[in-house]
């Protein structure tokens, strides 16, 4: 099993790159600590020498997912009561930067990054119609993927009849060509066009399918390649030797719609957001820097990542129309809904934005600099979304970070970095899993209350990061 996210990261956007920027919580958008500096802030480049950089981090998550007893109410969707793990294991993530200094106050370089989310829950089981007399069923998997559990039935097949075991994998990697120019008086602008690489697999997501305006492409699919293309603008600005200033923007990264799986995505592509980062640095003595950082992350621009589980809306335009479909002998085929799966105002995970605050002190003395830092924002999701943190649990929101560096000549810095996503839990209802008939007017009630089915989600993530850096041309002595 694999972390969710990639690496303790705010929702799926990681705090930063490479060791020196992660051992101080993802600040330092106004410094140009080492080549992985551009991949914030392309405007580093020009205050870079010639330098390539590569990284290895290694996620260590622990996760939880926990459901409770279901009121004896009907219901839409319940899942079986259970604890498991959702992510565990180890996952690396290499990623490399390389700058190249030129004569005129510019430089040009790429990199080479990565974000993602990932998450698979092998155990449990799901019931759908609940307590409703000759179309309830109970599924292998946490989302009724699989097939009905033995000594059931399952008359109107509502189980998914494949894969029970509950997994989604996406991974992005995006390569930067960057450009920066030193206007003078300490201030550098720069440019990066970026190419994004995305797989993505979801399994177990199969009895969605009957809930989806595109039922073929709902789950069980393997691994789909798609490409994208963004960009990212940056400033830095040093007035005085004792005060800088930088600010960098990511364009949202647009993916090319998905054909496997559009009938789970809402919008059909799964987007990177755009982010906004304003930092600033003290150095108030020799060897002395502090960082404060600001990072606001727009997940309204991915609509899989932040359209939420509306309870009602997707039981009265959906869930029933389609229960009441399947029960009806010779019944017509469904008719798209935008309440359903696939569509672009469809289920999604239900982040919203977020504004991450970030701190970091570091100091150097001769060859060994030593790091601190804190990041703090809100959950990416809300308590009314546990339903949907169930199969993504991104809940971390406080993060600490150590690390060190060590240069072992004019030319060479080993920079080593522990992160730590402090745990965190999500505690919701599941308010799908009763619904109360009403006679004026005939409808149901399906928001959310007391008695629903409780559900918790836990997450902790360490983070161990290793930077290696090698400086070319003319360097200064130590």
């Known amino acids: 099993m694999y972390a969710a996210p990639l690496s303790a990261a705010n929702g799926i956007s990681p705090l930063g790159t490479g060791a020196i920027q992660n051992g101080l919580a993802g600040a330092g958008t106004a410094s140009a600590g080492d080549a992985f500096s551009v991949v914030r802030n392309p405007a580093a480049g020009a205050a870079l020498t010639t330098q390539l950089a590569v990284s290895l981090d290694l996620a260590l998550p622990n996760g939880r ?3 409770g007893a279901s009121a004896s109410d009907p219901g839409v969707f319940a899942f079986v009561p259970q604890t498991q793990r959702s992510v565990d294991g180890a996952l690396p993530v290499p990623q490399f930067a390389y700058n190249r200094h030129l004569e005129n106050g510019s430089a040009w370089g790429v990199s080479l990054s990565a974000a993602g989310l990932a998450a698979e829950a092998p155990h449990g089981s799901a019931l759908f119609a609940d307590s409703i007399p000759l179309l309830q069923a109970q599924c292998e998997g946490v989302l009724g993927g699989g097939a009905p559990l033995p000594g059931t039935s399952d008359r109107y097949g509502l189980c998914g009849n494949s894969v029970g075991t509950l997994q989604l994998q996406m991974y992005q990697l995006f390569l930067a060509a960057h450009y920066a120019h030193l206007f003078g008086r300490g201030l550098s602008l720069g440019v990066a066009p970026i190419l994004s690489v995305q797989t993505l697999d979801a399994r177990g997501f199969q009895a969605l399918a009957k809930f989806s305006n595109n039922p073929q492409a709902t789950s069980d699919n393997g691994d789909e390649l798609s490409w994208g293309a963004g960009g990212r603008v940056g ?47 003290l150095m108030p003595h020799p060897g002395h820097q502090l960082f404060v950082d600001v990072e606001h992350i727009r997940y309204e621009d991915s609509r899989p990542l932040s359209n939420p589980v509306e309870a009602q809306r997707l039981t009265d335009d959906c869930l029933l129309p389609r229960l009441i479909r399947i029960v009806t002998p010779g019944g017509q085929a469904p008719t798209a809904s935008p309440a359903c799966f696939g569509a672009t105002t469809g289920p999604g995970l239900g982040w919203r934005n977020l504004t991450v605050y970030k701190v970091g002190y570091e100091y150097t003395h001769r060859r060994l600099s030593l790091r601190t830092g804190y990041a703090q924002s809100r959950r990416p999701m809300a308590a009314d979304q546990a339903l949907a943190a169930m199969v993504a649990p991104a809940t971390s929101r406080r993060h600490l970070a150590v690390g060190l560096s060590w240069r072992s000549s004019a030319r060479w810095r080993v920079d080593v970095m522990l992160q730590h996503a ?5 505690e919701g209802r599941n308010p799908l899993s009763q619904i ?11 928001g959310t209350e007391a008695n629903d089915q409780p559900v918790l989600v836990e997450l902790e993530v360490w983070q161990l990061g290793l930077s290696l850096s090698r400086t070319f041309g003319v360097v200064p002595a130590l």
């Open 65 to 67: 997912i926990t459901a």
């Open 235 to 281: 400033l830095l600005w040093q007035p005085t030797d004792h005060f800088g200033v930088g600010v960098a923007w990511q364009t949202r990264i647009r993916i090319r719609e998905s054909e496997d799986y559009a009938g789970l995505l809402p919008g059909g592509s799964l987007d990177m957001p755009s982010s906004l980062h304003i930092g600033t640095i």
């Open 422 to 426: 402090l745990p965190e839990r999500v």
């Open 436 to 446: 109360q008939p009403q006679l004026l007017p005939p409808a149901v009630e399906a």
